[in-house]
């Protein structure tokens, strides 16, 4: 029987992370304002969508505000995009198409890896807009840029390495081949919690295998990926090859949905979108990769290093302020080590800074908005069953390895999870019974460009990122030589 015991809900840490929208000081605005300043001087404060090359207003010229979470601040206005807009960049994607899936794996490569040589050197840049929008610390904002730079120099890599098939023939006058080839025009979506690293891991592999783009960003965090397409035309990726929408998303997303010409949609954000994604894309048959909420479960065994246990489940739930789809949801704590750890977790957590992401020692961002606010002061409620996404710790006692993993799995999801143990055993033990498509021992940070990342059940489709990452962007095509 599982003791629902405690709830670290950090409710103090709480309500210092959502400041009660002080009155704007002057040295807040002149800060976004340099930092705005800065970005405008070097060409990588962008405010319109890009079709076919060409930076565009929504046509009936409609806007959206782009807020700063930390206090609510205007940073930028925006086009709110729809169906019109969308249908053009899918045609300019749809153009340019043959002519950069017809360039070589080499030509594509090297494009690639000067857009990488791009973003790390305006990576202090761009993570300042990341922080100005998103609210993350800056310190992780940057390290999201060069984060999302390695997607892009992973790729460039393999474009080089999409390799076919000799297949040995059955009949000595055939000869049978296999070719991979370009998916085609990809419609790609994504979530504001990484706004430019989940943009990489999509359009890395797409543009590597000969794929072109129309990317909808969220509305809430448009501007980096506005900034991420400017330096991808600077590094030579032609025009349409890589376009930006948005503004209202149903109706982009519809005509992604819709257009024959979109051949795949890939998408980053909650489940049921996820889900209505899915259902739309089956009308035109269409490939769907999907990366989808998580419920990461944290095991901590007896046996487990206290200090490591402590580091690596606050790290796999606080970064971001807990907005990453891999945050731990329900650490569960084995009950000879529960005190000891309740101790120790609840002192580290008082040591979290919270603030505006921009200044010097802050390690807990704003929540992204006040609907964030108000869903996760509600899970505070509820915090076992539901997905939290926010600066929440639930802390569930179990007795025994078998009571953890039934606990650890009960639930749709199978995103990310962890367990800490010095049992070799027990690592492989458990490793193979979560139903999980990432698992870490010993470890809460795991994501990397070189491994792959996708969820079980209900926590998506296919995987995204290593050398798996290609196949969802191309087709097999079967080739029989006959009469030879
Ligand atoms: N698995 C992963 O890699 C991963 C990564 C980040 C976030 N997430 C998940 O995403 C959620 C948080 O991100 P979010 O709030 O941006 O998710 P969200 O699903 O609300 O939005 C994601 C994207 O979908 C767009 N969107 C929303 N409704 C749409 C529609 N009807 N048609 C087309 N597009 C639509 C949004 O504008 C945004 O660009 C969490 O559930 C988190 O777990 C998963
Ligand atoms: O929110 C989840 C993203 O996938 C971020 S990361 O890849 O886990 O860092």
Redesign the pocket.
């Known amino acids: 029987m599982v003791e629902f015991t405690h709830v670290i809900n950090n409710l103090k840490l709480s309500s210092n992370l959502w400041p009660q929208r002080p009155f704007l000081s002057i040295e807040m605005s002149m800060q976004t304002l340099s930092v705005v300043g800065r970005l405008r001087s070097c060409g990588l404060l962008k405010t319109r969508g890009l079709i076919g090359g060409k930076w565009t207003d929504a046509y009936d010229g409609r806007t959206i505000q782009v807020n700063n979470p930390a206090d609510g601040e205007v940073i930028a206005t925006v086009p709110c995009m729809g169906e019109m807009e969308t249908i053009d960049a899918i045609s300019a994607a749809y153009d340019a198409f043959t002519h950069w899936s017809k360039l070589t794996a080499a030509d594509r490569s090297s494009r690639l890896r000067n857009w990488y040589n791009l973003l790390i050197a305006h990576k202090q840049e761009i993570g300042q807009l990341l922080t100005l929008e998103q609210g993350k610390p800056l310190r992780e904002a940057i390290a999201e840029v060069a984060y999302a730079a390695r997607f892009i120099e992973l790729f460039a890599e393999e474009a080089k390495r999409v390799y076919g098939d000799i297949i040995p023939s059955p009949l000595p006058n055939r000869r049978l081949f296999v070719l991979k080839e370009p998916v085609g025009v990809v419609g790609a ?6 706004p430019i690293a ?1 943009i990489a891991r999509k359009v890395g592999p797409a543009l590597a295998c000969g794929c072109t783009v129309v990317i ?5 965090t448009p501007l980096t990926a506005l900034a991420a397409a400017e330096l991808a035309l600077q590094s030579g990726i032609p025009p349409g090859v890589l376009n930006v929408v948005m503004g209202d ?2 109706s ?3 005509s ?1 949905l819709e257009s024959t010409q979109v051949r795949k949609i890939t ?8 889900k ?2 899915m259902a739309g894309a089956s009308e035109t048959v269409k490939k769907v990769s999907l ?4 419920n990461a479960p944290c095991i901590i065994f007896d046996d487990a290093d206290l200090e490591l246990a402590v580091k690596g489940s606050l790290s796999t739930k606080f970064n971001n302020t807990g ?4 945050c731990t949801n329900r650490i569960l704590v084995q009950e000879g080590i529960y005190d000891r750890f309740l101790n120790a977790y609840s002192n580290a957590v008082q040591n979290l800074k919270v603030g505006n992401g921009l200044s010097e020692g802050v390690t807990q961002g704003p929540l ?1 908005n006040e609907a964030a606010v108000m869903k996760v002061d509600s899970l505070v409620q509820d915090a076992i069953s539901k ?1 939290v ?1 926010g600066p929440v710790a639930p802390i569930i006692r179990f007795k025994t390895e078998e009571e953890a993993i039934q606990i650890a799995n009960d639930t749709n999801s199978g ?1 990310a999870a962890y367990a800490f143990t010095n049992c070799i055993q027990r690592s492989w033990r458990v490793s193979e019974a979560l139903e999980y498509g990432m698992v870490g021992v010993n470890e809460g940070s795991i994501s990397t460009k070189v491994a792959p ?3 079980y059940k209900q ?2 489709l296919g995987r ?1 990122g290593s050398k798996y990452g290609l196949d969802d962007y191309l087709e097999i095509k079967y080739v029989c030589m006959g009469n030879m």
Do not use: A, Y
């Open positions: 979506i994504t979530p504001w919690n990484f989940m909808k960003p969220s509305e809430l998303p149903p982009i997303g519809d992604l998408f980053t954000g909650s489940t049921g979108v996820g209505k994604l990366e989808l909420g998580g907005q990453q789809c891999v992204i997905e996404f995103l990342f996708g969820g926590s998506g995204e």
